[in-house]
């Protein structure tokens, strides 16, 4: 179940290509919302499909809780992108993308940082049937 990178495929690659292009613009600086939606009309411009802040539903025991948290997007209905504009990522922001991806089964997920100089991009790849 531990996250590892793989080589990049297409459809990450274009959604970095995406995040990197709202960084070249905007710079770092601004509240994790604008880079967000910034983000999304990006995914539009490039035809990336895209859902945006998605519920996600946590089980215990096979059972719904009444508590869900909310992906900032799904990319290609399988990539979870969660956006953060802070100076670091820390290990938090990873647990915090790992839980996401645990809580939908799906496999990859990018966590962007569009708060320091240089855009951050952390790749997590899941093998859930370990």
């Not at 613009?25 to 910034?38: D, N, R, S, T």
């Not at 499909?49 to 096979?62: D, G, H, S």
């Not at 809580?103 to 370990?130: E, I």
């Amino acid at each position: 179940m531990a996250a590892d990178e793989e080589k990049p495929d297409p459809q990450t690659h274009e959604i970095i290509g995406a995040a990197m292009e709202v960084h070249r613009i905007l710079g770092h600086g601004f509240l994790e919302m604008v880079y967000q939606q910034a983000l999304a009309r990006e995914f539009t411009t490039r035809c990336i499909p895209f859902r945006r802040e998605v519920a996600l539903v946590i089980a215990y025991k096979n059972e719904p809780l009444d508590c869900a948290y909310k992906a900032d997007f799904i990319c290609h209905e399988e990539i979870i992108v969660e956006t953060k504009a802070i100076s670091a990522l820390s290990g938090v922001d990873h647990a915090q993308l790992m839980n996401y991806l645990k809580a939908t089964k799906l496999r990859r997920g990018l966590l962007l940082n569009f708060g320091s100089p240089r855009l951050q991009v952390k790749r997590m790849v899941c093998d859930w049937k370990s």
